[in-house]
Nanobody, 120 residues
Framework: QVQLVESGGGLVQAGGSLGLSCAAS????????MGWYRQAPGKQRELVAI???????NYADSVKGRFTISRDNAKNTVYLQMNSLKPEDTAVYYC??????????????WGQGTQVTVSS
């Protein structure tokens, strides 16, 4: 079994910064892509940023230049540094990981979600 445990998040004023982390543990052979998504009340879950095992990154237009995704492959951990936060960044943030379980099996796992609230 694989678990993704998120930490970080909380309440911050507009213009402030927060950092999120997400550690994967369990029967992991390797992890390819890791990412962050978010879901605001009444809205669909949306991509925030992804990062491959080789370090290729992709960001939603709404967070480019403000958020930075990174990962530590040795620790199976992905990070999201969020700067210049805006009230519209308020959402529950979820991490995910595409985990290779064996030579023939892989699965996308999700974290439990962590609340980020940005006050104006």
């Amino acid at each position: 079994q694989v678990q993704l445990v998120e930490s970080g998040g909380g309440l911050v004023q507009a213009g402030g910064s927060l950092g999120l982390s997400c550690a994967a543990s369990g029967s992991i052979f390797s992890i390819t892509t890791m990412g962050w998504y978010r879901q605001a009340p009444g809205k669909q879950r949306e991509l925030v940023a992804i990062i491959t095992s080789g370090g290729f990154t992709n960001y939603a237009d709404s967070v480019k230049g403000r958020f930075t995704i990174s990962r530590d492959n040795a620790k199976n951990t992905v990070y999201l540094q969020m700067n210049s936060l805006k009230p519209e960044d308020t959402a529950v943030y979820y991490c995910n990981a595409d985990v290779v379980l064996s030579s023939t099996s892989s699965y996308r796992y999700w974290g439990q979600g962590t609340q980020v609230t940005v006050s104006s």
